[in-house]
């Protein structure tokens, strides 16, 4: 399966005003550099909002790079754990700001993008060795479980411990990486899914 980010739902966050400048030159920007550029998306999970609403979501050469947005007025400090977040499906994560971003002790992998009147990228992004993990996959839909199981279960006898215990057993650990991505990305058409 291919990914894409054109069929993402929008998330209802919003944004400060200096926020949305950064925003807006960086999608100007990274349009013009070739990459399919989503703003403001929720992915296809069951809960938790720091995963499901993402500034600036990026695809090229089926690769997702994040961009986390923060204004020099906002706490730097909330990117710490956004970023541990990103790493469960991200290939690359940068951190935009109109703040010069180096005085701050962020992750060496994590790409550093300076915005003021133009986009400058100070430091590349390293691409990211995805942690996903077996419990990772309580924050996927209990029907999404089921279809990368694969079986044909009866979702209502079975709890979702009950599956993700099943898919420990039967996938490999490498494989559960790959999955967790598809789900995330998907176009939430239940009915044509290939996952």
Not at 2 to 15: A, C, E, G, T, V
Not at 56 to 79: A, C, H, P, Q
Request: hydrophobic letters at 35%; aromatic letters at 10%.
């Amino acid at each position: 399966m291919r990914l894409s980010i054109s069929s993402l739902d929008k998330s209802p966050k919003l944004n400060g005003k200096y926020e949305t400048l950064i925003i807006n030159q960086l999608i100007d920007y990274f349009n013009n550099n070739d990459y399919e550029v989503q703003s403001h998306i929720s992915l296809n999970i069951a809960w938790g909002s720091v995963l499901s609403e993402i500034d600036l979501i990026l695809f090229k050469n089926n690769d997702i790079t994040v961009v986390e947005v923060k204004s020099k007025n906002d706490k730097i400090t909330s990117v710490y754990k956004q970023i541990e977040t990103y790493k469960k499906f991200a290939d690359f994560i940068f951190i935009a700001s109109n703040d010069m971003l180096y005085k701050y002790n962020l992750n060496k992998d994590v790409g550093l993008i300076y915005v003021n009147d133009e986009v400058n990228i100070i430091r590349k992004a390293s691409r990211i060795n995805n942690l996903v993990y077996y419990n990772d996959l309580k924050t996927l839909k209990k029907k999404c479980l089921l279809k990368i199981l694969d079986d044909n279960i009866s979702i209502k006898k079975h709890s979702k411990e009950d599956i993700i215990n099943l898919i420990k057993y039967k996938i490999q650990h490498s494989e559960v990486h790959n999955e967790f991505k598809k789900v995330l990305f998907c176009d939430k058409k239940c009915e044509l899914c290939t996952i």
